[in-house]
């Protein structure tokens, strides 16, 4: 059968070990991609991306092409963007079976399955339930019982068991970059690549809190991680094909193992010696991962930090390192050849304006390369819903509507409510790394009177103007690149 994914802006690892799969068993795949120019999770100016919009090539691309089925990777981020186009597809193929998968389609899948225009979801990791939905179409035969499947039954919506989760790691091929590279050219000069599935960490904020409690049937680790030979060998195939120079590790938290890790970063110094990126947590920083991570050439760590308010910190992120840890986190790469980037939350509940003073004094006497903020997000059925409902801070309509995907903005471009009084320290954060203690001293001694630009929708991007020049700052290169490459096409088509 020939497979269509569909996905917006970036590059999606879900998908390509999909369809590593799908073809490893023989059948077809392509990606429809959509470039998303100047409306994607960072910003949207809405005249200039109707200018730019692909949807008339997309259109002309799927009849051309005539797939058997078209799968959606959903998050709750894109899913208007999902559902705007699975409808496109719909019409032009009015016969297609149309799929969404992804942590959306985890959450609620009932929900996805209530618009006319899709009919499956879906839940958990897909590799094995998409194989046997595209077989069983193929074939004609019952996909009823196909496990972590979401299907409709007339007017019923069947939501079938999930299956234990796969284990051994290296049992997966290796993901198939050619479905995403082959659209965008411009992403052969980095390698995005996971070692891991799972976290250790149970934080209320993130789609882990759900995936726990769905997925895991606590038959076998609900972390689980790839053997180092695997890994390797998966990056030294690539580095030959692609060459790129630099490498995107997006484990949820790459030091958790340090035993795992001394052996890794010797290995891979050895066998693969490209700079690499990668997430961290502070209760896994010592002196000695750090030194790890510096040899093997790791050039930028991002830690959540979210907060210094303890009291938030354990009841509702669930999130229990001291305020001492994260300040030994960031001394230890003070004096490493490691950029050191954290994140921050805005509007949690309870934070007041001495708990934003007090990270802007911490950070200022104890300073990271880079400091990156976001805005809270609420997530369906994550552990943070329950902790809101129970005190309050969301009615049952904003749960249904953050069930039903109704919009709203990205963490990176505002979260689900901006608090217009936080603001000025959003921006004051973010400018820190670039000034002296001195200049933020001054502006704090003058908050009462500051007036700053609100930024809160563009924070991210506003944080990725100053590591333009930056070599190895894939995030800023990933998105320009993709303006560079498909702007002129645009233009000249």
């Given at each position: ?426 921006i004051i954060l973010t400018l820190l790394p670039f000034c002296s203690k001195k200049t933020i001293n001054t502006l704090l001694l003058k908050k009462d009177n500051l007036k700053l630009p609100a930024v809160s929708k563009y924070g991210h991007l506003f944080t990725r103007l100053f590591d333009l020049k930056n070599k190895h700052d894939v995030g800023g290169r990933r998105y320009t690149g993709r303006m560079l490459y498909f702007i002129p096409r645009k233009i000249f088509n």
């Open positions: 059968m020939k497979i269509a994914f569909a996905y917006p802006a970036f590059e999606n690892l879900g998908m390509e070990y999909i369809s590593a799969l799908l073809k490893e068993h023989g059948h077809e795949t392509f990606l429809l991609f959509d470039p998303q120019l100047f409306n994607d999770l960072f910003i949207n100016m809405k005249f200039i991306s109707n200018v730019f919009d692909y949807q008339n090539k997309l259109k002309k691309e799927v009849l051309k092409k005539k797939p058997d089925i078209i799968a959606f990777s959903v998050v709750s981020d894109n899913f208007t963007w999902a559902c705007k186009y699975a409808k496109m597809y719909k019409k032009l193929l009015p016969g297609i079976p149309i799929v969404f998968g992804g942590p959306h389609a985890t959450a609620v899948p009932k929900y996805i399955l209530k618009n006319w225009f899709v009919d499956f979801a879906i839940v958990g990791e897909g590799e094995l339930p998409m194989l046997e939905l595209v077989e069983a179409l193929e074939n004609k035969t019952d996909y009823t019982n196909i496990q972590n499947l979401g299907y409709k039954d007339n007017d019923d919506i069947i939501i079938n068991e999930t299956r234990p989760l796969l284990q051994d790691l290296d049992l997966l091929p290796y993901p198939d970059k050619e479905l995403f590279l082959n659209a965008n050219p411009y992403a052969k000069k980095e390698y995005n690549l996971i070692t891991a599935r799972g976290c250790v960490h149970k934080c209320s904020y993130c789609h882990n809190s759900l995936e726990r409690k769905v997925l895991w049937k606590k038959c076998g680790n609900y972390l689980r991680r790839r053997s180092i030979d695997n890994i390797l060998t998966e990056l030294k195939e690539s580095k030959e094909k692609y060459h790129f120079n630099t490498l995107c590790i997006w484990d949820e938290v790459f030091t958790y193992d340090e035993e795992w890790l001394e052996e890794f970063c010797h290995r891979y110094k050895n066998e693969i010696g490209v700079p690499f990126w990668t997430f961290i947590h502070p209760n896994h920083v010592t002196k000695r991962v750090v030194e790890l991570l510096e040899y093997a050439g790791c050039w930028e760590a991002e830690m959540g930090v979210q907060t210094l308010n303890q009291e938030v910190k354990d009841n509702i992120l669930h999130r229990y390192e001291k305020k001492e840890t994260v300040v030994n986190a960031i001394k230890l790469f003070e004096h490493s050849k490691i950029r050191l980037v954290v994140d921050v939350i805005f509007g949690l509940p309870l934070l007041k304006e001495e708990d934003y003073i007090e990270l802007i004094e911490t950070f200022n006497e104890n300073r990271p390369a880079k400091i990156q903020t976001f805005w809270l997000r609420y997530y369906p059925k994550i552990d943070i819903i329950d902790i809101a409902k129970d005190n309050e801070w969301l009615t049952n309509e904003d749960i249904e509507e953050i069930n039903q995907g109704i919009p709203s903005r990205a963490a990176a471009s505002g979260g689900t409510k901006i608090d217009a009084k936080f603001e000025k320290y959003q």
